[in-house]
């Protein structure tokens, strides 16, 4: 056998389905051996989107997808999507060819320390020295990638190794990585943390991403609807329960934070994103209760006199967090007349009515309330959302709504802008294979979208019926009106012109065009209202662009925070 096909036979005996790639020396074989061997490989067009591609389909099942790439810089354009799928606790698998080793430190063809590169954005890297080694190194990656709390892996492939034949009995091809283990957590700290959400006189949930990606949905929405929590979904725990569930009050996301004495975290981490769980967002008294498979997280900000932490996998605790309440209060529920929930609804009222105008506007250029609002009225309840971009991805964030686990892919953690299309991809080929009926729909900004707009020949080549929605607003956060770019009195754009500033009414979907997809430029309301119809009629098993025109001045509606908090300077 040689070193391509033990690679593919390798990755097939773990479970992997799908790679992406781009290939060229000396990973050309590898790629062959891998489609010889009955997975799917998918030629990106950068290899970053790629590597984004890869991470989403371990978001999304569990397991990593696999991405193949060449030496030097193919390898290095894959750290951002390392890093990102590393940062979001995503399963993923990078391999890279690198140059033969016997010609290390010799200035060899795309010669660079690829291991000691993917270091610091992985869970795992190894570089094996010989053919038959490779299964176990294999095996090895995938499995570190998957427990625990979930990274990517990398595994170097020196050039020789892929046409080196070894004899086949050598081989030992490792059996398939299981699903982790299940992990509970301790039952006192369990029964403890049931004992303090039935005291609180404000409890709140908060529903990561870690619910999804454990598959807690039924157990998290059990405990939810049962005992009447009020609970918010952070960016991509949407859809682990319906975002238009009467007990989700994400529109009054800032008071339930700040008013809120104990916080039940499920999968989501004390960060940026959650405002590292401190004042002035959060009441400096709450107490938390943190459930996390990662023990080393736990208390992260907060310190650990007010935490409740327990170790353990979601779908478990709250199995047993079920289990303690049934034995300790089983007729208790929150009662829906407190003064906590009552200023919760005032404030989801008012906060959704102040929201709805803004979606009614049917102004021209349009706004991104409305604009967001007729995708939001016209897809598929259930369609995988992928969204990205400043304002799109914001306030997409209220306006477009989940009612699915595992739903909603957006910039994560890592606020990575550029992921829309590999994301999209990956999830489109899962819809083809696995969830047949369901749309992916890609909500991209316009600079989102040029971070990886060659992807849409790769959606066109696989005919993967992607409905791409560019809400373009000629810039990154502000957009710059077509007067500005225009003006005689301008003599050289790049120090007049705001830097924030892209080119005006760039015509987007003429990219598909080319490539044989549909694209629409709908700048009015009826326009968008007809696009997005033929879109998912007569062009629903095709790949589409929709480019719309949205008011460059239109931005998100007043928040009481800023988005990204400070530390306050202590000088
Ligand atoms: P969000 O962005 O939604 O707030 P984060 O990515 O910050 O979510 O947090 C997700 C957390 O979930 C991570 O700390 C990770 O360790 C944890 N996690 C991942 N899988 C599981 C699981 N099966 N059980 C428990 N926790 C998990
Ligand atoms: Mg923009």
Redesign the pocket.
């Known amino acids: 056998m040689d070193g391509a096909s033990v690679i593919a036979e390798a990755l097939k005996a773990q479970g992997v389905e799908y790679v992406f790639g781009i290939v060229g020396f000396p990973v050309i074989e590898v790629g062959m051996a891998v489609q010889a061997a009955g997975l799917q490989y998918i030629g990106m067009r950068n290899e970053q989107a790629a590597a984004y591609a890869a991470g989403a389909i371990g978001y999304l099942t569990g397991r990593p997808g696999v991405c193949l790439v060449v030496s030097g810089p193919g390898m290095l354009n894959t750290i951002s999507g390392l890093a990102n799928a590393t940062?979001?606790?995503w399963p993923m698998l990078v391999i890279g060819g690198a140059n033969d080793k016997d010609q290390d430190s010799m200035g060899a063809f795309q010669e660079y320390p690829q291991v000691e590169s993917a270091r610091l954005c992985a869970k795992y890297t190894a570089r094996p020295a010989s053919v038959s080694q490779i299964p176990f190194f294999i095996e090895k990656a995938v499995r570190i990638s998957m427990y625990g709390?979930?990274g990517a892996a990398y595994i170097d492939i020196s050039g020789e190794l892929v046409n080196q034949t070894v004899p086949e009995e050598s081989i030992r091809i490792m059996p398939k990585v299981g699903p982790?283990p299940p992990?509970l957590g301790d039952p006192g700290l369990v029964e403890e943390a049931v004992r303090l959400l039935t005291s609180a006189k404000n409890p709140l949930i908060?529903?990561?991403?870690?619910?999804?990606?454990?598959?807690?949905e039924g157990s998290v929405r059990e405990l939810v609807t049962k005992y009447g929590f009020p609970f918010i979904?952070?960016?991509?725990?949407k859809g682990v329960v319906e975002d238009d569930h009467p007990q989700c009050v994400i529109a009054a996301r800032s008071r339930a934070l700040l008013q809120a004495d104990v916080i039940l975290l499920?999968?989501?981490?004390l960060?940026w994103?959650?405002h590292f769980g401190l004042p002035p967002r959060f009441n400096p008294t709450a107490r938390f209760i943190q459930?996390?498979?990662?023990p080393e997280?736990l208390g992260n900000n907060i310190g650990t006199n007010r935490l409740l932490g327990v170790a353990?996998?979601?779908?478990?605790?709250t199995n047993q967090m079920l289990e303690a309440f049934q034995s300790l209060n089983p007729n208790w529920t929150y009662p829906r007349n407190t003064p906590f929930w009552q200023s919760l609804k005032s404030k989801v009222s008012a906060n959704q009515k102040a929201s709805q105008e803004l979606s009614v506007d049917e102004s021209v250029p349009m706004s991104f309330y409305y604009a967001l609002g007729q995708v939001q009225k016209m897809i598929p309840r259930d369609s995988i959302i992928v969204s990205e971009g400043s304002s799109t991805m914001d306030i997409g964030r209220t306006v477009l709504l989940n009612h699915s686990p595992r739903h909603r892919l957006d910039a994560?953690?890592f606020g990575t802008m550029g992921v829309g299309l590999g994301f999209s991809i990956a999830a489109a080929l899962l819809a083809r294979d696995r969830w047949p009926g369901k749309r992916v729909v890609c909500v991209e900004g316009d600079s989102a979208f040029g971070f990886s707009g060659m992807e849409v020949e790769t959606i066109c080549r696989y005919n993967l019926p992607i409905l791409m929605v560019i809400a373009n607003n000629n810039g990154i956060g502000m957009g710059i009106e077509a007067e500005t770019w225009n003006d005689v009195e301008v003599k050289d754009r790049s120090v007049e012109i705001p830097v924030t500033g892209l080119m005006p009414d760039t015509r987007y979907e003429k990219i598909i065009e080319a490539f044989g997809g549909k694209g629409y430029f709908a700048t009015t309301p009826t326009e968008l209202e007809g696009a997005l119809r033929e879109s998912l009629t007569t062009y629903a098993d095709k790949p589409v662009i929709i480019n719309v025109a949205v008011n460059p001045q239109s931005t998100r509606k007043s928040q009481d925070f800023n988005w990204l908090t400070r530390t306050e300077s202590k000088l």
């Open positions: 940062i979001n606790c709390r979930p982790p992990m908060i529903i990561g991403k870690g619910a999804a990606y454990a598959n807690a979904p952070s960016p991509m725990g499920l999968g989501a981490r960060n994103i959650l459930i996390d498979i990662c997280e353990g996998d979601i779908l478990s605790v994560g953690t």
